[in-house]
Structures are given as structure tokens and as C-alpha cells.
């Protein structure tokens, strides 16, 4: 589990680095996929680019629905620490009204429907001092 120590106070946030990079992985790819294809240098690179175009937003929402709901909650927080509706010393009120929210309906349509999911979590991570760059893939 990822874990980060803000004001001296271990959190666990619940969830593996590996899956929020991921899902961020696949939450870009059906963001911008020709970004993915200019970004090539070499072969390689855009036949992997292309690969990445065929991500469906049902590819994104199988793999969420697959997490157990500790993961889905700690997403959903993770996406509100990167909007900025809680900072990383309200991790554990993000948790329960995630955990609220997710009680409410699928949280693979919440997190799929919501705007540069990727970017969200990226955020959310950077504010616990953490980086889905430094995952290997």
C-alpha cells in the first residue's frame, strides 16, 4: 500500500501505487489518445500509441469495478485531494464520504465520468508527496 507521512502521521491510503497508475494510465489514454500518438519517437513508441487508442471508457470501468471497494473509495478521495475539495490532512473524512458516495452508485461511472481523471489523481498523489511517474509499467 502506498504510504505517505504528512505532519508526522502515517496514512495508508488504501490503495497501490501500480493500480492509480492504472487507472490513470487508462483514464489518459481515453482523455486525449492522439497525444499519445505525437508523443512517439520511434516505432515502438506509436505502435504502443496505437494500442493505447483502442481503450474503450468500458475498458476503464471493468478494471474499476474489479477493485474491491476500499480501492474504489481511495480513488474517489484521491480524485477530491486533486481537485482540491480536501487536503492530504483530511484524508480520513475524504475516505468516509467517498465511502458514502461510492454506497450510492457504481463508482467506476463516478470516476469514469469525471474530467481528467488522470490529472486528478496525479494531484491528489503529488499532495501526499507521491509520484505515479516513478511507477514502473
Same mark, same amino acid.
Given at each position: 500500500?502506498?504510504?505517505?507521512?504528512?505532519?508526522?502521521?502515517? /496514512?495508508?491510503?488504501?490503495?497501490?501505487? *501500480? /493500480?492509480?497508475?492504472?487507472?490513470?494510465?487508462?483514464?489518459? #489514454?481515453?482523455?486525449?489518445?492522439?497525444?499519445? +500518438?505525437?508523443?512517439?519517437?520511434?516505432?515502438?513508441?506509436?505502435? *504502443?500509441?496505437?494500442? #493505447?487508442?483502442?481503450?474503450?471508457? *468500458?475498458?476503464?470501468?471493468?478494471?474499476?469495478?474489479?477493485?474491491?471497494?476500499?480501492?474504489?473509495?481511495?480513488?474517489?478521495? +484521491? #480524485?477530491?485531494? =486533486?481537485?482540491?475539495?480536501?487536503?492530504? *490532512?483530511?484524508?480520513?473524512?475524504?475516505?468516509?464520504?467517498?465511502?458514502?458516495?461510492?454506497?450510492?452508485?457504481?463508482?467506476?461511472?463516478?470516476?469514469? =465520468?469525471?474530467? =481528467?481523471?488522470?490529472?486528478? +489523481?496525479?494531484? =491528489?498523489?503529488? #499532495?501526499?508527496?507521491?509520484?505515479?511517474?516513478?511507477?514502473?509499467?
Amino acid at each position: 500500500m502506498a504510504r505517505t507521512e504528512p505532519n508526522d502521521d502515517e /496514512v495508508d491510503l488504501g490503495i497501490s501505487l *501500480e /493500480v492509480v497508475a492504472t487507472v490513470a494510465d487508462l483514464a489518459h #489514454a481515453l482523455q486525449d489518445p492522439d497525444e499519445a +500518438l505525437m508523443g512517439a519517437a520511434d516505432d515502438d513508441e506509436a505502435a *504502443e500509441a496505437s494500442e #493505447a487508442e483502442e481503450i474503450s471508457e *468500458e475498458m476503464l470501468t471493468d478494471y474499476l469495478d474489479e477493485l474491491n471497494e476500499e480501492q474504489q473509495n481511495a480513488l474517489i478521495a +484521491l #480524485a477530491w485531494v =486533486g481537485r482540491g475539495d480536501y487536503e492530504p *490532512e483530511e484524508w480520513a473524512d475524504a475516505l468516509k464520504l467517498a465511502g458514502e458516495r461510492n454506497a450510492a452508485g457504481p463508482a467506476s461511472a463516478y470516476l469514469a =465520468g469525471m474530467d =481528467g481523471l488522470a490529472d486528478l +489523481l496525479s494531484e =491528489g498523489l503529488a #499532495a501526499f508527496g507521491l509520484s505515479i511517474e516513478e511507477v514502473e509499467r
